[in-house]
């Protein structure tokens, strides 16, 4: 089934406002780049009512592996438009001691609870999203493609993000993803 990018509006705007607030590290930040304006829109079937298109809390419209391809070739085409950037998601309940991260390689941390799995520009493709979405335990998935790179090098070796790569990837956020449809879907949030 095609899915058609669909407006979301002002109430599209505040869901994902409220998505991203009070989550500590990268999400108040993605939250205060809303205020600068964009267009807020969902990837959904075509013909889908305007009444249904505005309960992100229900399911039942599409399949999340429709989303996925829909959001692979979006992530696709900004990074082909794009000369540096990354592809962050924050993990909303996993916090830097706990068991579940595993051997992933490109995980950092910020000063309080926060996980970020990051995905260099070069490194976008199906099978590394596929790993990173994997990665999050959070039920809300939160992930925002930045016109900023950084790699581990630039990070001390406690992979622990400083204020200041937080507020790059912030700054220079082009789309913020946040799950909705029950998570079968996402809506999202484009710089203007």
Known sequence: MALKQIDLGATGLDYVASCLR??????PKLAKQLEQGGEVFAALPEGTSRERVLQFKTGGLLAWRETRVWLDRELEQLSSRSDSGSLVFQDLVTGPQDPCLGEYEDVFFDGQSGVY????????????????????????LVAAF???????????ATRILGETLIDGMADNAQEVFVSAYDREGLVVWRKD
């Open 22 to 27: 009070g989550w500590p590290g990268l999400c």
């Open 146 to 156: 930045c016109n900023f790179s950084f790699s581990a090098a630039d990070v001390p």
């Open 117 to 140: 799995y990051v995905i260099g520009l070069h490194d976008i493709n199906t099978t590394s999203i596929s790993r990173a979405i994997s990665q999050v335990n959070s039920f809300l």
